[in-house]
């Protein structure tokens, strides 16, 4: 009996072996008909899946073109730079690991914590944009699971200060947002790449795989502007400011051959590498931006408006006396009463009186026809956003109403008319030109530049001589002279204007010229904005400034002396200077 139970239960195992051996077979028959399909039926589709999960379309970012001056001088550059970011999803398993993190990236660790916190159910978020290559690499060795690098390029701008009115500057996303970065964005922006990566399963690259398009670098941009001459028009008006305590100050130097803009300063400035929120009343480029009544530094276009009529002459006389003139309810004055004067000294001592009775013996609507012709009243086309046209008022042809006499007369010594710095700067280049209008241009030129006549040369040559007068002993502006050259020029002093009215005890210091006076090379114009102190006049605050930017953009351009030895003893640094 026993005998034949065991013989039942060795039959009883063998059938149990016996079926697990089928199904070890079957199924180790179907694994490797699996396999074989996987492998030689399926290849394509498992080597796409896979790929989706490591391989990654990567952005090249492109180089962004550089501003240059036009010596080829960086003006502003582009570094590269690694941005940190975070998978807040991935990152939140590693929260123990935040305050080491925050510390990394040289931040506070609550602030991190609550950031991190108020996006843990998004897949991405910004932990540190632009951070040195070298410092972002120590955080991402640190091997924080949700922690990446992103390749970028961040703006540099060598200069700072000296240059940021007209370079401007970008937003952290590399984009131009003021000055020549805007205003040439399309230029110098360039086109990202692409490129095929694989990743791991903490999204760091390690493999190229190959190239899907190339990053294609901005264009480059070269300015007028010489840095060299640029950094003394700074360095210059920052002293002059700040010795006045003055409010603002813009300095415009321009090439009257070319048109090209030389130096375009401005105080206020900011620092474009480091830009804080109190520097944004300096953000704007009050050279371009910023209208004022020019004051007595357009007397010299009403006496050209004069001499082009031909009812005037250098040496025709003017009686100024008593040293005042009253039309309709209001009085016009000088300074002193200057008596009998020919048109060059009503230049020369700067006369109100003398300004209006040539303006008013022009036929009607003269004076204001020469303003347009020189430029006032419309954009100098320079290309930076923000540029006004001032205000220059104007009358139809064909209209029957005519200019008021007091309207004419404030005009001829500049008030009623509103301008930039930039329109004045070009208005004294027509003169330097020989008569001769060109547009402005913050770009380098190439070649002759044309341009059209606006007054004959004659007349142009006979208003820098009166000009010149200015700088004498005599003149208004003797310290706005340049040691060894001939300068042309003209003081200005105006009442702002605030609530309707002018203001007793606040002033706009102006000085405009061309040197050297035998044949300009440049126009220059310096503008002082309220200055504080005794000192107020043009002669005062802004010739002395006009006298050591002008001396020192003459050597940069190697221009000769083109005054006698001799006569340079009659050069007087000190006088009254009020205009």
């Known amino acids: 009996m026993k005998i034949t139970e065991k013989k039942q239960k060795v039959r009883d195992y063998r059938w149990r072996f016996y079926v697990a051996a089928l199904l070890l077979c079957t199924l180790s028959t179907s694994v ?69 993190l925050a510390k990394a990236l040289g931040e506070k660790s609550s602030s991190l914590s609550k950031h991190l916190t108020a996006m843990k159910d998004k897949q991405f978020m910004y932990l540190k944009r632009h951070m040195n290559p070298v410092k972002a690499a120590a955080v991402l060795n640190m091997d924080i699971s949700g922690v990446y690098g992103l390749s970028e390029y961040r703006r540099f701008y060598p200069a700072g200060e000296v240059t940021s009115h007209i370079v401007g500057f970008n937003n952290i996303d590399d984009q131009g947002q003021e000055g020549i970065e805007l ?108 209208v004022f009544e020019p004051g007595s530094t357009m007397k010299v ?14 040496s025709s006389l003017i009686d100024t006396t008593p040293g005042a003139l009253r039309i309709g309810r209001k009085t016009i004055r000088d300074t002193h009463n200057y008596g009998l004067i020919d048109l060059t000294h009503m230049i020369t001592k700067s006369s109100n009186v003398g300004a209006t009775k040539v303006a008013l013996s022009l036929k009607d609507g003269t004076l204001p026809t020469m303003l347009h012709r020189v430029g006032f009243g419309e954009k100098t086309g320079v290309g930076i956003q923000g540029e006004v046209s001032g205000v220059l008022p104007l009358r139809p042809s064909y209209g029957k109403e005519r200019w008021g006499e007091l309207e004419t007369a404030t005009m001829s010594y500049g008030y009623g008319v509103s301008v930039t710095a930039a329109q004045l700067a070009r208005a004294y280049a027509i003169l330097g030109a020989h008569g001769i209008k060109r547009p402005l241009s913050i770009v380098k030129t190439s070649g002759d530049v044309k341009g059209e006549r606006v007054f004959s040369e004659g007349v142009a040559e006979n208003v820098i001589k009166m000009m010149e007068t200015v700088v004498s002993k005599e003149g208004t502006a003797q310290r706005a002279a340049v040691d060894g050259y001939r300068v042309g020029g003209k003081t200005g002093t105006v009442h702002k204007a605030a609530g309707g009215k002018y203001e007793a005890r606040r002033y706009l210091g102006l000085f405009a010229g061309v040197a050297p006076a035998e044949d300009p090379r440049l126009a220059l114009v310096i503008m002082i904005d309220d200055p504080k102190g005794k000192e107020y006049y043009g002669g005062q605050v802004a010739g002395p400034v006009f006298s050591r930017i002008m001396a020192g953009m003459l050597r940069i351009k190697n221009v000769p002396p083109d005054l006698p030895v001799q006569e340079w003893a009659n050069i007087v640094p000190k006088g009254n200077g009020k205009s």
Do not use: C
Not at 185 to 206: N, S, Y
Not at 301 to 310: H, I, M, P, Q, Y
């Open 183 to 290: 205003a040439f964005e399309d230029t110098l922006r360039g086109e990202p790449g692409k490129k095929r990566v694989i990743k791991d399963l903490k999204g760091r690259i390690v493999k190229d795989i190959g190239l899907i398009e190339n990053a294609k670098p901005g264009r480059d941009v070269m300015l007028s502007i010489d840095l060299r001459a640029q950094y003394i028009a700074y360095r210059e008006l920052l002293a002059a400011v700040h010795a006045y305590q003055a409010t603002a100050g813009v300095a415009v130097a321009v090439d009257v051959r070319t048109g090209e803009i030389v130096a375009m300063a401005n105080q206020p400035s900011f620092n474009p590498n480091n830009r804080k929120p109190k520097d944004q009343d300096g953000f704007r480029n009050r050279a371009i931006t910023d």
């Open 32 to 100: 490797f008909f699996r396999i074989a399909y996987l492998q030689l039926w399926n290849r394509d589709f498992l080597q796409d899946e896979g790929a989706k999960r490591v391989v990654r379309t990567a952005t090249i970012p492109a180089y962004r073109g550089m501003i240059q001056d036009r010596n080829g001088e960086p003006l502003a550059v582009s570094t590269p730079v690694t941005t940190i970011w975070a998978n807040p999803k991935q990152l939140w398993d590693e929260r123990d690991r935040w305050p080491e």
């Open 301 to 314: 276009f009403t006496a050209a408006a004069g001499l082009e009529s031909g009812r005037w002459k250098p």
